[in-house]
């Protein structure tokens, strides 16, 4: 939560309550994804770029796809305006979200989107060990763990922030802006928040790991 939302808590307790309770009951009858695509609409229209980072991988988390979010920004164009759009868009491709790499060159086949690109080779990377590395647009964590490699993006699931490679030590990660901590054996949240790592596509050719992006 901002300090602005803290502070204005503390300030008028009553009336923040009632306003997010309000928010909870006017979407009561929506479906989880129907209203995430529906907040993330709101950011883009309040042009707040850390609500659009939080909450769109919340609506992808709720099954929608890169596919609808693109369309329920255009849908929502008379209200947001085409310049907002483009503005929401930008912030979309700084986030490297893989489920938007396949609209990134629309004039390609689909098997000619898949561009893989090289990691390491097997042998650089030990078991229980995790090396931060950057192939192509993909930044990453390269991990192993009872013989499978598994390659988490390395981008916060919290506000798509960048955990850097000096945060990744042994079988944990650490987002430096709000201290979500990893669990590198299972990608998934151990304190501070709620959703895991992403899993980016990879797979190993030749004794060398390759990542999709
Ligand atoms: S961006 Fe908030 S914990 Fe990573």
């Known amino acids: 939560m901002s300090k602005a939302l803290d502070y204005l808590l ?23 994804k129907t ?6 609409i709101t950011k883009v229209h309040a042009k707040t770029a850390n609500g659009v980072r939080q909450y769109l991988p919340r609506a992808l988390r709720a099954g929608a796809t890169a596919d ?3 369309d329920a920004l255009l849908m929502a164009m008379p209200a947001l305006g085409f310049s907002k759009i483009v503005w929401a868009i930008d912030i979309i491709l700084e986030m490297n979200l893989p489920e938007f790499a396949h609209v990134a060159k629309p004039a390609a086949k689909s098997s000619e989107t898949e561009t893989w690109h090289e990691v390491a080779p097997l042998g650089a ?23 499978s490699v598994v390659v ?5 699931p919290h506000k798509g ?10 079988d944990s990660a650490v987002c430096p802006f709000h201290e979500w901590k990893f669990d590198l054996k299972s990608g998934k949240c151990t304190s501070g928040g709620g959703a895991g ?5 990879s797979k190993i050719e030749n004794g060398i790991v390759l990542v999709k992006g």
């Open 10 to 32: 503390n300030a008028r307790p009553e009336a923040m309550q009632a306003y997010f309770s309000f928010l909870k009951k006017a979407g009561e009858h929506l479906d989880p």
């Open 152 to 156: 988490y993006d390395a981008h916060c």
């Open 125 to 147: 990377i030990q078991e229980g060990d995790a090396k931060f590395f950057q192939a192509g647009s993909r930044r990453g964590i390269l991990t192993q763990n009872a013989g």
């Open 35 to 40: 209203a995430a695509l529906i907040s993330v």
């Open 161 to 170: 922030n960048l955990i850097p490679e000096a945060n990744i030590a042994g």
């Open 68 to 70: 609808e979010v693109i």
């Open 197 to 201: 790592l992403r899993v980016l596509p």
